[in-house]
């Protein structure tokens, strides 16, 4: 009788960390996730976009239809799942507008009034080397506007991202902007693009000699020194549009200078995916354009062919996605002050069992009048409790003890002079909203 050996465990050292490219959003960073998701919540709702949740992983197939097999996100950076069923091949999603497509095909969502606008918030995946402003997990606002090719709803679509960053009082940004035109018009200008970067081999890194096989507009927005030499003098894709694509970006860069939208043509901006036709543009602070692509923190364009692509009818559409962690970098880059509504506005102390039950009606109580309360009930004694309420700099403590629970009151302290009243216990939530200035409608 043969016994099978065991594969040998890998070593696991105490503590453990989060993994490699994440991170853990710890209760002091909330207040500018709640800034950016929640005011992106009601934003975009107030422009007719409807959330929309999609899965956390798909089919591979999928992704590699709608993003392209050739691209670095297929070919180097997708999380695969490992699947137990037969023939099942998944991987967690590396970008949304595959799956929010994928949905809108599935549900029957052509029938809807269009555009369909669409939203959803979540976590990413790519598997790639972390470095500032690049993570494996990261978050994002996606959102998609399907059903219209006309150029105004790429001028709206931009020109809205951009009022969501004046209404987070952003105003270090610009907003680069070229055109792809369509497949077709690219493929006489990808042949010259090939014979410029072939006849100078020799002086591009090693993932652009790559890309000259198997993607070669990516070499257009490589962040290489030597490879943004030879982009600068490439032939350039705006020179070899037919006459209806040059009339639909003109539309839009005159539009967007009439709105007052800050931007700029920039003629290497290809974007990643190869979905992407006509309009493509991207964020970037002002100060450090062009320094690298970790700091854009909005981008998209339209992707007319990808509905058909992915299975669908022949719909137009166009799209966008929003970093999450990339603009709570610039509200903190800019210095935007931000008001923490949830700071506890008093503590509640007590002492005894009748006053630990007690305080637990008087928590409901205050939590039902949205009054922000801090408290530490499982802790017996007074000078300690009220030590925790001076650290957290609450302006007024309730005590409750067993006297207290026998009269009917607690006694209210005020913790910056140490006066103490005794408040009647029915009163207690109105007497707290007048000494806090809470105004109910």
Known sequence: MTTKKKPPQPTVQFPLRSPRGTQDILPQDQKYWEYVIENAK??????????????????VSLFARGIGGETDIIQKELFEVKARGKGAHYALRPEGTASMIRAYIEHGMRSWPRPVKLFTIGSFFRYERPQAGRLREFHQIDLETIGSASPITDVQLITMIHWFFKHLNLEDYV???NTLGEPGERKTYIALLKDHYRRNRQKLCRDCKERLVTNPLRLLDCKEEKCQQLSSTA?????HLSEGSKKHFDFVVNSLRELGVPHEISPSLVRGLDYYTHTVFEFVPKSTRGESQQNTFAGGGRYNGLVKELGGKDVPAIGAAIGVERVIERVKEEGIELTVM???????????????LLGLKIMKELRDADIPFAESIDRDGMQAQLRMADRLKVEWSIIIGQKEVLDGTVILRNMESGMQEVIDREKLVHELERRLNIVRQ
């Not at 032939?235 to 020179?239: G, K, M, Q, Y």
């Not at 949830?342 to 069992?353: C, M, R």
């Open 42 to 59: 009601t934003f975009f709702r107030g422009w007719h976009f409807q959330q929309l949740e999609v899965p956390m992983f798909e089919e």
């Open 175 to 177: 907003v680069l902007i």
């Open 235 to 239: 032939p350039r894709l705006l020179d």
């Open 342 to 356: 949830d700071h506890p506005q008093l503590f509640i102390a007590q002492l005894g069992e009748q006053a630990k």
